[in-house]
């Protein structure tokens, strides 16, 4: 899998957020601090709406 992380990771070394990798038909989400611990995985559109959310919810 090709993990990618956001570009809002913050300072210093960047390691403070999660990593998403595209897969065919899901997006798995992992914790880049444990990335050898199980990922989340998500339909496309369950991840566009959490996306949304979590947007919504730190008004941006």
């Given at each position: 899998m090709n993990w990618r992380k956001s570009s809002y990771s913050g300072g210093g070394d960047g390691?403070?957020?999660?990593e998403?990798?595209?897969?065919?038909?899901r997006i798995a989400v992992r914790d880049s601090k444990a990335p050898t611990r199980a990922a989340?995985?998500?339909t496309v559109s369950t991840f566009v709406a959490l996306v949304e959310h979590i947007k919504a919810a730190s008004g941006g």
């Open positions: 390691d403070a957020c999660v998403v990798a595209v897969l065919p038909t989340l995985t998500f």
